[in-house]
Antibody
Framework: QVQLKESGPGLVQPSQTLSLTCTVSGFSLTSNSVHWVRQPPGKGLEWVGA???????DYNSALKSRLSISRDTSKSQVFLKMNSLQTEDTAIYFC?????????WGQGTLVTVSS | DIQMTQSLASLSASLEEIVTITCQASQDIGNWLAWYQQKPGKSPQLLIH???SLADGIPSRFSGSRSGTQYSLKISRLQVEDTGIYYC?????????FGAGTKLELK
């Protein structure tokens, strides 16, 4: 069945770079998009960006200058890198398959930006 | 950016009651609208896609509708397990945007 799992550091210092990995199974990255969505503690959902089945990417314009999404199809992994982190980037980061069309979310990983 | 407005931040209803949650888009988004349910400490779960299509495995008491730029999620007979926060999502244009959420509780 479809599974996604996020991994990465739980704590990042301000101004540093966040690197997250989403490892998927049960579907192909070359046939499905993967999106990143984040949720500050106790708040709503924010779309971060996506990598499409063909490998192209789209980013939330508010984050675009700091964000990079890539993938390794041989390992069924999608990567998120966000630089110049600030405290407002503290959130649970989810990866999800075909946002808005298909079921399939990771359990999320909490990233705390703090010194 | 397209704004998705869920006018009700919270809603309280009784078991078996009919519940309607609405979402207003700031511009035409066609049927590029999805509904999600999120329970505490869990990932969101897709309920409705393409404005009116029931996602796989979702009970038929959930339904979605559209009138212009207003979208509605209807629960025909509220059950205990339906409590949670409901979000709408527009996938019409970048950046994709969620509504602020409507928290549904049992009365």
């Amino acid at each position: 069945q479809v599974q996604l799992k996020e991994s990465g550091p739980g704590l990042v210092q301000p101004s540093q770079t966040l690197s997250l990995t989403c490892t998927v199974s049960g579907f192909s990255l070359t046939s499905n998009s993967v999106h990143w969505v984040r949720q500050p503690p106790g708040k709503g959902l924010e779309w971060v960006g996506a990598i499409w089945s063909g490998g192209s990417t789209d980013y939330n314009s508010a984050l675009k200058s700091r964000l990079s999404i890539s993938r390794d199809t041989s390992k069924s992994q999608v990567f998120l890198k966000m630089n110049s982190l600030q405290t407002e980037d503290t959130a649970i980061y989810f990866c999800t398959k075909q946002l808005g069309f298909s079921a399939g979310w990771g359990q999320g990983t909490l990233v705390t930006v703090s010194s | 950016d397209i704004q998705m407005t869920q006018s009700l931040a919270s809603l309280s209803a009784s078991l078996e009651e009919i519940v309607t949650i609405t979402c207003q888009a700031s511009q035409d988004i066609g049927n590029w609208l999805a509904w999600y349910q999120q329970k505490p400490g869990k990932s969101p779960q897709l309920l409705i896609h393409s404005a009116t299509s029931l996602a796989d495995g979702i009970p038929s008491r959930f339904s979605g509708s559209r009138s212009g730029t207003q979208y509605s999620l209807k629960i025909s007979r509220l059950q205990v397990e339906d409590t949670g926060i409901y979000y709408c999502l527009q996938r019409y244009s970048n950046p994709y945007t969620f509504g602020a959420g409507t928290k549904l509780e049992l009365k």
